[in-house]
């Protein structure tokens, strides 16, 4: 708070960051800048494709990404559909031993087989390696400034469901550029995940409207 009242301009990433500096450091607006970051995506090898279907989740393993909703959504929609739906979790972090508590009482609970990966902490080149060969991307955060894995799956055509939230709402517009549901919501989140697998059409409008809207985080925008 201290830093905020030295500085002279501010300026975030997202939108919904100015409001919290508005709301909650009561920073006045006029000291605000939004301002996107840039983003340019490598040139990328997808990882081998999988004969199964493939969900990936990206992104440290703190609660706050509630990534224990992601393992149960992917559950519910495999008992629900009775489609087996494989789950990677790239990513590394504190909450790790209880996610995989939960993905081993899911097994059991729902009665299917191991679906979930954990894959540990992996380099920016072969997590986007991986994204490229999955067939949908999960965020369920509770909070974020503004996702960039969300970015990266748009731009390379990876169908993506997330949680309403603010800034995750700024790259993910439901029924566009992805499918969102209330936060919590574990069976919206299941519908979302079989919605975008079966239904191609859909699935093929959201990538190509998500790779429109990323005109936003160009350099030439940014600058």
Not at 64 to 89: H, M, P, S, Y
Request: proline residues 6%; aromatic residues 8%; charged residues 25%.
């Amino acid at each position: 708070a201290m830093a905020f009242k030295m500085a002279n301009q501010i300026i975030v990433p997202s939108k919904y960051l100015v409001t919290v500096l508005e709301k909650y450091f009561s920073v006045p607006r006029s000291k605000i800048n939004h301002i996107y970051n840039a983003f340019e995506i490598p040139k990328v090898t997808p990882a081998p494709k999988s004969k199964i279907p493939t969900a990936i989740s990206i992104g440290r393993l703190i609660y706050r990404k509630r990534v224990d909703w992601t393992i149960e959504a992917v559950a519910l929609c495999t008992k629900n559909t009775g489609k087996f739906l494989q789950l990677l979790i790239v990513g590394d972090g504190p909450d790790r031993p209880r996610l995989e508590r939960v993905a081993k009482d899911l097994v059991k609970k729902y009665k299917i087989k191991p679906f979930v990966a954990f894959l540990g902490q992996k380099s920016w080149l072969d997590g986007l390696s991986l994204l490229a060969s999955a067939d949908v991307y999960l965020l369920t955060s509770v909070y974020e400034g503004l996702p960039f894995t969300v970015i990266e799956a748009l731009a390379l055509g990876i169908p993506t469901v997330a949680t309403d939230i603010p800034g995750t709402n700024e790259v993910a517009t439901n029924n566009k550029t992805a499918l969102t549901v209330k936060p919590g919501d574990i069976g919206g989140l299941s519908q979302a995940i079989e919605k975008i697998s079966t239904d191609k059409t859909l699935a093929r409008k959201l990538v190509v409207n998500g790779k429109k809207t990323l005109n936003k985080f160009t350099w030439e925008k940014h600058l």
